[in-house]
Every structure is written in structure tokens, then in C-alpha cells.
């Protein structure tokens, strides 16, 4: 399986402002690069790099064609849900228990870049 770096932001990172998507292509095209398995490296939160957790090695994220994705040795458990590409918006939106959770704002065929969706980083 090849090796993909990806910097991923998950919603405790409420202090950041979101990058501007780029997400952009066809719902096809956008199939074709996200749906594979991707390891998870490292997170980041404020500008500074966070190891993943001993035993988090095997962190991995798997997105289907049908719309749906695994995650998989997560220090929380193990997951299952959607996932939605808005060409409007040039994002894929994640789903987690049937609500928005995360937005893929970036995706190359070597990087995705997830980031909290706006309203999760609206505090007060």
C-alpha cells in the first residue's frame, strides 16, 4: 500500500481559520483520487506538528466509490459513515453519525487535508 502523508485537522483545533478549498474536478474525478486508503501521519493543530499516539501507527482512513468510508485503528474506535463532494463549495464534506463532522479542503493524489467544518470552530 503506498505510504500517503496527510495533515490532518480534527475539530479540536478551533483557534485556526480554515483554508480556502480547492477541491475541484467532477464527482468522478474527485472518486478516482480520494477512494483508497490513506495513512494517517500526523496531525496538526496551530501551526505545529502532532505525532500520532503509540498505537495509532495504523491509523488509516479507506473511502469507497459508493460514498462511504472506513476508518480504521483509530485511537477512538473504529468508524463508518459518508462522504459527500460539494462542487459548489470545492470541499468533500465527512460525515460522522449522520452529521457533518470534517471537510476534506484539500486532496491531491499525495496529500488530503482535513479540516473541522466552520460551525464546529464557532465557539460562543
Not at 3 to 12: H, P, Q, R, S
Not at 15 to 31: D, F, I, P, R, W
Not at 47 to 71: H, Q
Amino acid at each position: 500500500m503506498k505510504k500517503i502523508l496527510v495533515a490532518l485537522f480534527f475539530v479540536f483545533v478551533c483557534n485556526n481559520t480554515l483554508k480556502a478549498q480547492n477541491v475541484t474536478g467532477t464527482e468522478a474525478q474527485v472518486k478516482t483520487t480520494l477512494c483508497k486508503s490513506w495513512t494517517i501521519d500526523y496531525a496538526m493543530s496551530k501551526g505545529k506538528k502532532i505525532s500520532m499516539p503509540v498505537g495509532a501507527e495504523g491509523f488509516r482512513m479507506v473511502f469507497k466509490t459508493d460514498n462511504t468510508y472506513e476508518v480504521k485503528n483509530a485511537p477512538e474506535g473504529n468508524a463508518n459513515d459518508k462522504w459527500v463532494y460539494d462542487a459548489a463549495a470545492k470541499m468533500v464534506v465527512i460525515y460522522r453519525n449522520g452529521k457533518a463532522y470534517s471537510n476534506i479542503s484539500t486532496l491531491t493524489d499525495t496529500e488530503m487535508i482535513i479540516s473541522p467544518p466552520k460551525s464546529e470552530m464557532d465557539f460562543g
